[in-house]
């Protein structure tokens, strides 16, 4: 990822008139506002080649979504806050943190999973968790298959479920709780697991109960 597309990702971020663009698009399809023109007003979307282009051009259609649901859904935190953010997760790495973040939301695979990074970023943001904490929570939300997730409360209490355990167990996100020679070994979420629920999920881990997750709110209109 080239130098010019994460200074104009920073130049994006610090800009509150791209803030006002995406926020105008709250009700409306992205690709809709593709077709709009809008986000050619935006620079991050500019130097894409232009937003109507985007949506003759799958992979780059796509990165641009999750990059305007990113956007859209940490418009309400403060651009110096983000700025101070993202300076410290490039320093913990010694990259620059812009590129850094854009690589992240190009890898994660699906686009429910920008929510869930977005509230680490701002529980980060609101010194809710370390940097450190941030960067293996993102890890762990890469390698997770999206259905998945749906299951971490259950790891509130011993259990193992085929197939999903050993996703889960693969994302560093549990331990194991019970060895048993004679029946199946059980897991547990391990502390990154539980920062996991809580602060990318808003569950309330001291409710031990096995109900569904609530998962990211509807904020967001599909294509």
Known sequence: MSDNFANTFEETIKSKTARELIVQGADITFSKIAESGLLNEIPI??????AVKLIHDFRNFRFAEKIYRFLFQTQD???????????????????????????????LDNLNKIDIMTNFVRNRVYKKITINEFIRLTIALERIPYPDIQNLPNYLTDCYEPGVTDMLNASGLLFESIIDANETNKYQLNTTGRDFLKYGLNKDIEDRDNAPVQMPGQMWHNQ
């Open 77 to 107: 935190i403060p651009i110096h806050k983000q700025v101070e953010f993202i300076y410290d997760y490039g320093q913990v790495n010694k990259e620059n943190g812009y590129e850094l973040l854009l690589s992240v939301i190009d890898r």
């Open 45 to 50: 979307f500019g130097l894409m080649n232009g």
